[in-house]
């Protein structure tokens, strides 16, 4: 996998340019750890709060404040991911991760309660590659938290295990185990790779297929065995339960489109792979990401929580 940004983060002094510069790694590492960017924002506030309120003695102490800030944020996140678990027991309905737009679609607004501008590339954020799809996501949230952090700091971040022993508090040897625990999950739950021109046809031909209210076409488009996962929050209405099964997930959308007509399907990047963007009086209200396997859909992930569509929504998008 790729890595947004190296374990390499020795610095001679603490800048403030040396310790600002390590924000975009710091996001990359808090998205994959929590998916969501807003947690993922809030761990990384934490971490710079911590280290701005050491002395500078202290400051010019630590030999490594790139490797102090990832230690402090990752540790944020894991007892993060504890707290989450808990949470997410009292969530209303299904809990899907954050998605994120691609660098053209990435929307510039506010962040957090601070009224700050953020940059409107992602690329200054979070880089979009094969560790955020919204199916990789998914099964990072099946793991523990252990598990997590210690796949996401070696397999995607390429950081040894010793360096991931220190960082999380344990030996090498049980990093190592916990790695490979979460690769067997992983190898477990992933389908085989579908090409991205692929995934944009039949990603297509669902769009029109829906808007042709083709209940027909869907099925076809559908795996017999598919499965779709809406995420309101709450917030909005949406289904709480899966909808299994081609038949029944061309109803509930044949049923989406009737009941809404006057919403507008866009294609879109969700997560790096293709997707659709459903709005109403343009604004994005519904994030879909889809997982194919043998030219079919298995997967549909829709996303209605407007929480976690401010990326798609602040300052309006076209």
């Given at each position: 996998?790729?890595?947004?940004?190296?374990?390499?983060?020795?610095?001679?002094?603490?800048?403030?340019?040396?310790?600002?510069?390590?924000?975009?790694?710091?996001?990359?590492?808090?998205?994959?750890?929590?998916?969501?960017?807003?947690?993922?924002?809030?761990?990384?506030?934490?971490?710079?709060?911590?280290?701005?309120?050491?002395?500078?003695?202290?400051?010019?102490?630590?030999?490594?404040?790139?490797?102090?800030?990832?230690?402090?944020?990752?540790?944020?996140?894991?007892?993060?991911?504890?707290?989450?678990?808990?949470?997410?027991?009292?969530?209303?309905?299904?809990?899907?991760?954050?998605?994120?737009?691609?660098?053209?679609?990435?929307?510039?607004?506010?962040?957090?309660?601070?009224?700050?501008?953020?940059?409107?590339?992602?690329?200054?954020?979070?880089?979009?590659?094969?560790?955020?799809?919204?199916?990789?996501?998914?099964?990072?949230?099946?793991?523990?938290?252990?598990?997590?952090?210690?796949?996401?700091?070696?397999?995607?971040?390429?950081?040894?295990?010793?360096?991931?022993?220190?960082?999380?508090?344990?030996?090498?040897?049980?990093?190592?185990?916990?790695?490979?625990?979460?690769?067997?999950?992983?190898?477990?739950?992933?389908?085989?790779?579908?090409?991205?021109?692929?995934?944009?046809?039949?990603?297509?031909?669902?769009?029109?297929?829906?808007?042709?209210?083709d209940i027909e076409a869907l099925v076809d488009l559908l795996d017999p065995n598919a499965t779709m996962i809406a995420d309101g929050?709450?917030?909005?209405?949406?289904?709480?339960?899966?909808?299994?099964?081609?038949?029944?997930?061309?109803?509930?959308?044949?049923?989406?489109?009737?009941?809404?007509?006057a919403l507008t399907l866009l294609e879109r990047t969700v997560n790096g792979q293709p997707g659709l963007v459903a709005q109403h009086?343009?604004?994005?209200?519904?994030?879909?990401?889809?997982?194919?396997?043998?030219?079919?859909?298995?997967?549909?992930?829709?996303?209605?929580?407007?929480?976690?569509?401010?990326?798609?929504?602040?300052?309006?998008?076209?």
């Amino acid at each position: 996998m790729s890595t947004p940004s190296g374990p390499g983060h020795d610095r001679s002094e603490p800048g403030l340019s040396a310790i600002v510069g390590e924000r975009r790694h710091l996001i990359n590492l808090g998205y994959r750890l929590l998916g969501s960017l807003a947690e993922a924002e809030d761990a990384v506030q934490e971490t710079y709060a911590r280290w701005y309120a050491m002395s500078r003695q202290r400051q010019e102490a630590i030999a490594s404040p790139g490797a102090w800030l990832t230690t402090v944020a990752t540790r944020i996140c894991l007892d993060l991911l504890g707290s989450a678990r808990v949470r997410r027991e009292r969530y209303v309905g299904e809990w899907i991760p954050e998605p994120l737009p691609d660098r053209t679609e990435w929307i510039s607004g506010p962040s957090g309660g601070g009224g700050r501008a953020e940059p409107a590339d992602p690329a200054d954020r979070v880089t979009l590659d094969e560790s955020v799809n919204m199916a990789f996501l998914v099964v990072l949230e099946s793991m523990t938290p252990a598990e997590r952090v210690a796949f996401i700091l070696h397999d995607v971040f390429r950081y040894p295990f010793a360096e991931v022993a220190e960082i999380v508090g344990r030996t090498p040897a049980a990093c190592r185990q916990l790695a490979s625990s979460a690769r067997r999950r992983l190898r477990a739950a992933q389908a085989p790779a579908v090409p991205t021109a692929g995934q944009a046809g039949l990603v297509r031909h669902f769009k029109e297929a829906w808007e042709a209210r083709d209940i027909e076409a869907l099925v076809d488009l559908l795996d017999p065995n598919a499965t779709m996962i809406a995420d309101g929050g709450g917030l909005v209405g949406t289904v709480l339960r899966p909808v299994e099964g081609s038949e029944r997930i061309a109803q509930y959308l044949i049923h989406i489109a009737d009941k809404a007509p006057a919403l507008t399907l866009l294609e879109r990047t969700v997560n790096g792979q293709p997707g659709l963007v459903a709005q109403h009086a343009g604004v994005t209200v519904t994030v879909a990401a889809f997982s194919l396997t043998s030219g079919r859909i298995t997967r549909i992930w829709a996303i209605r929580n407007p929480e976690k569509l401010r990326p798609w929504t602040e300052n309006g998008q076209s």
